[in-house]
């Protein structure tokens, strides 16, 4: 706060500007990693479970453009995951028909 407060002053301090800037300059990097891991982690299982490579989430390195090459992948490309077969109804036999094999008479 009191570095702040220095440069809302009419003469700002540049030892106290230069601080902040490499302050700031040291979280940068830390807010892109987590950016970058918050797209290819959703990006990661996707690809597995459309059967592509999972690999290909690593064009989420390259934010802008690549991001968007993959988005283009999955919304065009033949996904390789067959659907689960739909169980059907079959209704029971009518008449019921007898247990098999067939009891022996009794003696």
Do not use: E, N
């Not at 490499?22 to 690809?47: D, H, K, N, R, Y």
């Amino acid at each position: 706060m009191h570095t702040l407060a220095l440069l809302l002053q009419d003469q700002p301090d540049t030892a106290a500007f230069q601080h902040m800037f490499v302050a700031m300059m040291a979280l940068i990097p830390i807010f892109i990693l987590i950016g970058i891991a918050i797209m290819m982690i959703p990006s990661w299982f996707i690809c597995k479970k459309a059967g592509f490579s999972p690999w290909l989430s690593l064009l989420c390195l390259f934010p802008s453009l690549g991001t968007l090459v993959l988005l283009y992948i999955l919304a065009f490309a033949d996904w390789k995951v067959v659907p689960a077969p739909q169980m059907a109804y079959m209704p029971p036999p009518y008449p019921p028909q007898p247990p098999y094999p067939p009891y022996p008479p009794p003696q």
